[in-house]
């Protein structure tokens, strides 16, 4: 899925002087999902990507065949930012998602409060992995539907066949469109206030 911003006048907007938090948060899933439109469709600033040309030397090793139209492939991370306040910024970083790149994903987990994990219903087998590392890390995330088409299955389906446990957030999006990129941060963020919450009430 090519990467798309919805400003196309976005540019490297300077940080605040006043800027003192930094929070961040990771996208996460298959191949060609939509983890680069994403971060670029919501990002205030023009998005670092590190997107490569496909050549033959990842055929036999990727498997693009659900993305034929797919021509690049984010080789290390992509990054964007979103001004909260005066005083918070939120860092955003689109993991890669061939299997060859995994080994990038833990640095990457470093820090994060939390993760957004993307996934196409019409290769959903290609996000068990994105889960079953998050659930090692012990990282909060949400699960959200890109839908390039028709979904395949409903969201009660995608949550069955990923095995979700009820509390795991499951939204639909279009990664293409900022306000629906937005909200599914604003669930994750809505996510961890709750989790933050539940502990503190914990005797």
């Known amino acids: 899925m090519p990467s798309a911003t919805s400003d196309p006048t976005a540019s490297a907007l300077p940080l605040r002087d006043s800027a003192r938090d930094g929070l961040k948060i990771v996208v996460v899933g298959g191949f060609g999902v939509g983890k680069t439109t994403m971060v670029g469709s919501v990002s205030e600033i023009r998005p670092l990507s590190t997107e490569e040309v496909m050549t033959t030397a990842g055929v036999g090793i990727d498997d693009s065949k659900a993305v034929t139209a797919k021509t690049t492939t984010t080789v290390a991370f992509d990054f964007g930012r979103i001004t909260l306040t005066d005083e918070m910024v939120l860092y955003l970083f689109g993991a890669p998602g061939q299997e060859r790149f995994w080994f990038l994903w833990d640095r990457l987990f470093a820090g994060t409060l939390g993760a957004v994990v993307l996934v196409d219903t019409r290769r959903l087998a290609d996000s068990w992995y994105a889960i079953d590392r998050l659930e090692h890390h012990g990282l909060p995330f949400v699960?959200?539907?890109?839908?390039?088409?028709?979904?395949?299955?409903?969201?009660?389906?995608?949550?069955?066949?990923?095995?979700?446990?009820?509390?795991?957030?499951l939204l639909d999006c279009d990664a293409r469109k900022r306000d629906s990129s937005r909200d599914v941060l604003i669930a994750l963020v809505n996510h961890l206030h709750s989790l933050s919450y539940a502990q503190e009430s914990t005797p």
């Open 143 to 169: 699960v959200a539907r890109n839908n390039f088409d028709e979904p395949e299955f409903t969201l009660d389906e995608v949550r069955e066949a990923l095995s979700l446990r009820p509390e795991v957030p």
